[in-house]
């Protein structure tokens, strides 16, 4: 996992976070949230509070404890740690079993910081027509916001049934996801978004037309258990292969390009030199 770390403050909290740009997320520290929702600056007992917490959720038979997970940032000592981190839709339900009036605060303070989803869940379309609106603002034609929007629904279903069929864990769906991806395009995901000069942007937000088609077409996998997914990721992943090189061999050009909708690089300064005058 590459990580890019960062602190964020809510109110006189600092709240550690840790970018994964293979799941496309930032993971928050989940002690730090317990510290802000509480209003706790003694690290210890906000610590101890969250060790109570998480195991009368267990009892309870809640599975927010356990879906947290454990990544490496910088304790207050200044060593790396491997503390509790969960993402931020964990940390919604986490912060509902919290009584605090700093709940709805630290809502809207993740929706800036990290996960606009909170406010969409109420109301999906809500996202959509963001989306939308982002794209055309943007410069995206209309025939590409569509063919988003569509492969995005795709990419949904896929999910979906991956979830009914026996692909469980986050990991196995960045698996099936990579070998997909490098099927039809002959490079993994995190090769197309170097290709293209990403680092935290999502990959599909900055792909052409072609690139996106070709994508939803290699995502139609139906299949049952990891190792069977395994098979129809490379088969249909194949058949988008196929197909990208009729479509290059027409065209004369590659699909997988370095073409992006990244705004341009200010230009460098550049510092004119001066004449030999004989000044020092």
Request: glycine content about 6%.
């Amino acid at each position: 996992m590459t990580k890019e770390e960062a602190l964020v403050v809510f109110e006189d909290f600092k709240i550690r976070r840790v970018y994964s740009e293979k799941a496309e997320i930032w993971y928050f520290s989940v002690i730090d949230i317990i510290a802000a929702l509480t209003g706790q600056t003694n690290h210890k007992k906000a610590k101890s509070y969250w060790t109570t917490l998480k195991n009368r959720l267990k009892n309870e038979g809640s599975e927010v404890g356990t879906n947290c997970d454990r990544l490496k940032m910088k304790a207050q000592d200044g060593k790396m740690r491997l503390p509790d981190v969960a993402d931020p839709e964990t940390l919604l339900r986490l912060i509902q079993s919290v009584p605090s009036p700093k709940a709805e605060p630290i809502k809207l303070w993740l929706a800036k910081v990290g996960y606009e989803r909170i406010q969409d869940m109420s109301d999906p379309v809500r996202s959509l027509d963001r989306a939308r609106q982002y794209w055309q603002q943007h410069g995206r034609s209309e025939k590409w916001i569509q063919q988003r929007m569509m492969g995005q629904e795709t990419r949904n279903k896929l999910t979906d049934y991956w979830k009914n069929h026996d692909i469980k864990e986050k990991d196995e769906y960045a698996i099936l996801t990579n070998i997909v991806h490098r099927e039809w395009s002959g490079v993994s995901v995190k090769q197309h978004k170097q290709i293209k000069g990403l680092k935290t942007q999502n990959l599909r937000d900055h792909m052409s037309e072609a690139e996106l088609i070709l994508t939803a077409l290699a995502e139609s996998v139906q299949a049952t258990g990891m190792p069977e997914n395994i098979e129809a990721g490379k088969e249909s992943g194949a058949i988008s292969r196929k197909a990208r090189l009729e479509l290059e061999q027409k065209t004369g050009r590659g699909i997988v390009t370095d073409e992006n909708f990244l705004p341009p690089a200010p230009p460098k300064r550049q510092l004119k030199k001066r004449a030999d005058s004989g000044e020092s």
